[in-house]
């Protein structure tokens, strides 16, 4: 097994999932700066251009941050980052996916179409005229989610998910790239504070490599 690592938040959520779960996977950095990810050594490789991606010993690659998550759950089920029965990791996939598609995607492009615009540019299509736009909704749903959160500490209530994760790292990145949001909001405010107190949150920072 291989990782594909990068100095950037989709990697950076499959780092801070691997801390959690306790696990150590050999990584080389892709300098995504550079357009390492975008030459042809790598795209061979992982054919969609980004990171992370994971080379599992089958010969295989796979990418996209959630379907690597999932599989290292599967191969090593505990501590439980999904869930240990059906009912439990239906609902962590339920807020996965209401974090994803609703918040750090509009994140993720409103970035690529205004702070990481000259960055993108060549390599993506970009719509710098939405980016606004893109970030307003960001915040909105993020209010949205901050009224269906229950008492409990983490979005699935008792248990630490992926999906606190991957909002985490999505909330951290924003807030250092031009979309702070409303730390204000009663649960989301100190939610974001228990996730930053976490020893993987600091360590997931670093590289595997470095
Ligand atoms: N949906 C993908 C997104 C992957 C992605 O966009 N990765 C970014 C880093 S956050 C990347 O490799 N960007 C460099 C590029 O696209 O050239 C996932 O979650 O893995």
């Known amino acids: 097994m291989l990782l594909y690592d990068a100095h950037s938040p989709a990697p950076r959520c499959l780092r801070m999932f ?6 150590r996977v050999p990584a080389v950095t892709v300098d995504v700066f550079a357009g390492e990810n975008r030459q042809a050594d790598y795209l061979a490789r992982n054919p969609a251009g980004q990171t992370p991606a994971l080379l599992l010993d089958d010969g295989s690659t796979l990418a996209e941050a959630v379907a690597i998550a999932e599989y290292l759950e599967e191969r090593h089920p505990e501590p439980a980052l999904i869930g240990r029965s059906a009912e439990e990791r239906a609902h962590t996939r339920q807020w996965w996916r209401r974090v994803e598609l609703n918040v750090t995607e509009f994140i993720h492009n409103a970035y ?3 702070e990481g ?7 993506i299509p970009v719509v710098p005229e939405a980016a606004q736009g893109l970030k307003q909704v ?3 749903r993020l209010r949205w989610l901050d009224g269906m959160m229950g008492p409990g500490p983490y979005l699935c ?10 909002l985490y790292v999505w909330l951290d990145f924003a807030q250092e790239t031009g979309q702070p949001f409303d730390h204000a909001l009663g649960k989301i405010g100190p939610w ?3 996730l ?14 470095d």
């Open 157 to 166: 209530g008792e248990r630490l998910t992926a999906a606190d994760i991957w």
């Open 192 to 194: 974001f504070e228990r």
């Open 112 to 114: 690529h179409y205004a």
């Open 196 to 209: 930053a107190r976490r020893p993987s949150a600091a360590a997931s920072r670093q590289l595997f490599a």
């Open 117 to 123: 615009l000259a960055r993108f540019q060549p390599r």
């Open 18 to 23: 691997i801390l959690e779960k306790g696990l």
């Open 138 to 140: 960001a915040q909105d």
